[in-house]
Every structure is written in structure tokens, then in C-alpha cells.
């Protein structure tokens, strides 16, 4: 069976094992869906061994910042990251999400302080991974819906 | 050295049992002092900064009065709109300003999460005296103080939370430090104002403490050691006449104590607007006015402890 039906990349980044449907969202996150110049390549509910069915990501002459890899965490918490160097997987790597949580997400609670015009960046501890679950810094509320509060 | 030494009071949960059996020993020594009994004058030449950002007269008279009793001074403001606040300054540059100014900083703000981000520009100790719906531990300290100072003891004691158990906050900083006491909880509210589960949740996970939830208090006060009544608020309710309904279900008067223990205390954050009738102060169930008075003695220890 064949298992990529996209050409392989030159260069760039390949985001592999996202949880089938989340793909989009990686996309948005990176901000790569209202990319003008960017090269990205989508596979959707492609056949996995480990997941049933798991998307893919390639996004062509770009390396992920460290940052982007912990936004891809919180939303595919099982996706690997490929490094691509002239056509050979250079590096490989899965997400790993910490235990805070910094500048990623703001917190959904409006009256937090947080969200004011203070000289702070929001900051989240992980109480639980399965299923993901944050914790505010400041105002100790639980992030009620992560993707939507993710900064983009 | 006491380990709450320099510390922050922010929230309940930053205290272990220990620190807080600390607190109510030295709040115990503190009573005479605070009645004006006994001098001390062991804060003297320290100064406390109350920045208050909305008004809570009762929370910064406490505080004042603590420090004053311990021959300290106090400086600070009640009033945003003639502060630097009004010109937009971030509460960040404030604090930063007040700690040059004092040695401690006590800070009433409406925005939840204030507290632990003064305290993130501040070396000297915030004292967070509520942070919108957020934490209040010095309350819930005082919570504490009252039922010890009735009991002996708070360990094992039958306790009823009764009211707004859903967006009071403060309630919920008390469930989790009754907890931390192994209390008996039982939850009492109608039923869209129930503790919400992630609390019930904490409680069973934290210390396997199982609370008991019911809308009936008739069922649950025979029993009671404690009924800690909380204050309905109206603005909770889409429609009017629910609220009636809910409200009056609740209401403390003679009736609802006729088969309460002897010894059971009432206590009530205040104000109250209607939950307890007035002919319940005359009894002996009533101890809601000596737990205000206790406000007092608690920041007192916090103060003499933290500074
Ligand atoms: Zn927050």
C-alpha cells in the first residue's frame, strides 16, 4: 500500500501523527493557513499503524521553532516532528509538552489579570495530560477551551 | 524563625496544615492585643501599604487596626480615581512604587490573579485581601480561627456549607482548607448553585474526603456542629420569582434550629441581607459577629508572622 501519496520534501519540516482531523488546526496555530509564500502539504486520514487514522503536515524550507513545537503539543500531543535536510530525515523528535506553560494560550477567564495591560506573559501549569487540563497562574482557573485561546 | 517569614499570603492552598495551625496559635495569643488588653509594640517602625482598588471597608479597618495594635503605621489609598491608577498606570508600576514605600502590602483589586502578579514584582509580602471572585485567605483564615476558638478543635466536626456554593469563591478556599482538617463537608444548595465537581473532584483526589451533596437542609442541620451560611445573590437568578423560592428555602430562623445540637454555631461571612433572621443573634448558635470580631486577632498573626 502507499502510504504517502504527496512527493517527499527537499528541505522543511514534516509533522507526522496528528490525531486524524486536528491537521487544520496545526496549520492555524503555525499560522501557515494565510501564508501567502509558504509550501504546505496536508494528508488527512491517512492509514497509521499506531492510531487507525492520523494526519500529516509538510511544510516545505522551514524548521519549527521551539515555541511552535509546544503549541503543536498542546494540540496533537502525540505528533512527531521530522527535521528535512536534502531529502533525509535529519532529526526526529516527538512533541513533549511541559509542565508550564508559557505565553502559548491566554487565559479564558476575561477578568483575569492576565489578560489586562500588564507586563506579564500568561503562564499555565499542566494538571492533567490525559485529558489535557491547565491551570491559570494567576487565577487558578481551569483553561476552559485551549485550542480557541491558543496565540496564534 | 517562623517559616511564614517573607512569605506571600495569596492563597489558601500555599499553606501547609502546619503553617496554618501556626497562624491560629499566635491568632489565640494575638486576642488580648486586639482588644486593646495587652500592649504590644512589636511592629513598630514597620509600615503596612493597603492598596485597595475597590472599596471593602471591613477588610482594610481590620487590617489597619491589626497593624496599628501591633504599633506599626499604615499608608495607602481606597480610592483609585485619584490615584496614578486612573492615568492608566499598570498595577505592576504600582506595586513597584509601594514597595519602596512599605514593608508589606495588603491589596484588595477587582481583577482575579492580581495578587500573585504583585507578588511576582514585589519583594516585600503581598497580602491579598481579595482579588475579584478570586482568593480571599485571610477569610478563610478567620473561617478557621472561629471554629477552633468554639470547638478546641476543627478535626472531624460536622460541617454545613449552605448558600451560593457555585461562584463563591471564598467558599471554595474554605471547603479545601476544612479538607485539609479532614472535616465532615456536607454541601447544601439549590441545585443550579451546587459546588461545582472539579471541587468535589479535588476534595475526593486531595485528602479522600467524600462531601455530601443535597438541596434539603432540614435533612443534614440535626447533625450539624457547623452551618457556615453563605448570601444568595439575586443577580444569579434569570427569573425573580426562582430566587424567591430559592431564597426562603434557606432562610435561618427559629423554625429551621428547632432540632439542631446544642452546640451547634452559626456563622456567616457578612453582611447578611436576609439568610438569618434577626431573632437568631440572641442565641447561642449565633457566633457570625465574635467571627468578624476575630478578623481582627487573624491578620494580626499573619502580620507578626509574615513581617
Ligand atoms: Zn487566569
Not at chain 1, 504527496?6 to 493557513?33: F, N, R, Y
Not at chain 2, 512589636?42 to 496599628?68: D, N, Q, V, Y
Not at chain 2, 428547632?258 to 449565633?286: F, G, N, Q, S
Request: aromatic share 6%.
Amino acid at each position: 500500500m502507499e502510504e504517502l501519496k504527496v512527493q517527499p520534501i527537499k528541505e522543511g519540516t514534516v509533522i507526522d501523527h496528528i490525531a486524524s482531523g486536528t491537521a487544520l488546526k496545526v496549520l492555524s496555530i503555525l499560522g501557515l493557513s494565510k501564508s501567502p509564500t509558504a509550501t504546505v502539504s496536508l494528508l488527512m486520514n491517512v492509514p497509521s499503524k499506531k492510531y487507525g487514522k492520523k494526519d500529516i503536515v509538510k511544510i516545505e524550507a522551514r524548521e519549527l521553532k521551539p515555541k511552535e513545537v509546544d503549541k503543536i503539543a498542546l494540540i496533537a500531543p502525540n505528533a512527531t516532528i521530522n527535521i528535512i535536510r536534502n531529502y533525509k530525515v535529519k532529526d526526529k523528535y516527538k512533541v513533549k509538552l511541559s509542565e508550564i506553560i508559557i505565553g502559548i494560550v491566554r487565559c479564558s477567564n476575561p477578568s483575569c489579570i492576565s489578560n489586562l495591560r500588564e507586563p506579564v506573559e500568561s503562564k499555565f501549569s499542566v494538571i492533567s495530560r490525559k485529558p489535557l487540563k491547565l491551570r491559570c497562574y494567576y487565577c487558578e482557573r481551569e483553561l476552559t477551551d485551549i485550542i480557541e485561546n491558543i496565540v496564534i | 524563625m517562623s517559616s511564614l517569614k517573607g512569605k506571600d499570603v495569596i492563597s489558601i492552598k500555599d499553606f501547609s496544615k502546619s503553617d496554618i495551625k501556626e497562624i491560629l496559635r499566635v491568632a489565640k495569643r494575638m486576642l488580648p492585643i486586639a482588644s486593646g488588653e495587652r500592649k504590644d509594640d512589636s511592629l513598630e517602625g514597620k509600615i503596612l501599604a493597603t492598596l485597595f482598588f475597590e472599596p471593602s471597608t471591613r477588610t482594610r479597618l481590620s487590617f489597619e487596626c491589626a497593624m496599628k495594635r501591633l504599633g506599626g503605621s499604615v499608608i495607602g489609598f481606597t480610592e483609585p480615581t485619584s490615584a496614578s491608577i486612573a492615568k492608566g498606570e499598570t498595577l505592576a508600576d504600582t506595586i513597584k512604587v509601594a514597595e519602596a514605600y512599605s514593608d508589606i502590602i495588603v491589596l484588595r483589586h477587582p481583577n482575579e490573579g492580581s495578587a500573585r502578579l504583585a507578588s511576582e514584582f514585589s519583594s516585600k509580602p503581598i497580602i491579598n485581601a481579595g482579588d475579584g471572585a478570586g482568593q480571599h485567605p485571610t477569610q478563610t483564615l478567620l473561617d478557621l480561627f472561629t471554629i477552633k476558638e468554639e470547638f478546641g478543635k476543627i478535626e472531624n466536626k460536622n460541617v454545613i456549607l449552605l448558600g451560593d456554593l457555585k461562584y463563591g469563591r471564598t467558599v471554595h478556599s474554605l471547603a479545601y482548607a476544612l479538607a485539609v482538617f479532614r472535616v465532615n463537608l456536607t454541601f447544601v444548595a439549590p441545585q443550579q448553585l451546587q459546588m461545582p465537581t472539579e471541587i468535589i473532584s479535588g476534595l475526593k483526589d486531595e485528602f479522600g474526603i467524600d462531601a455530601y451533596q443535597t438541596i434539603s437542609l432540614e435533612e443534614v442541620i440535626p447533625q450539624a456542629d457547623v452551618l457556615y451560611v453563605t448570601r444568595i445573590q439575586k443577580e444569579r437568578f434569570p427569573d425573580p420569582a426562582e430566587y424567591a423560592k430559592v431564597a426562603g428555602t434557606y432562610k435561618i430562623d427559629l423554625e429551621a434550629l428547632k432540632k439542631v445540637k446544642e452546640d451547634l454555631i452559626i456563622m456567616h461571612p457578612l453582611p447578611r441581607v436576609d439568610e438569618i433572621a434577626p431573632e437568631v443573634d440572641c442565641t447561642k448558635h449565633a457566633v457570625y459577629f465574635k467571627q468578624a470580631s476575630y478578623g481582627v486577632p487573624v491578620r494580626m498573626a499573619v502580620l507578626s508572622l509574615v513581617l
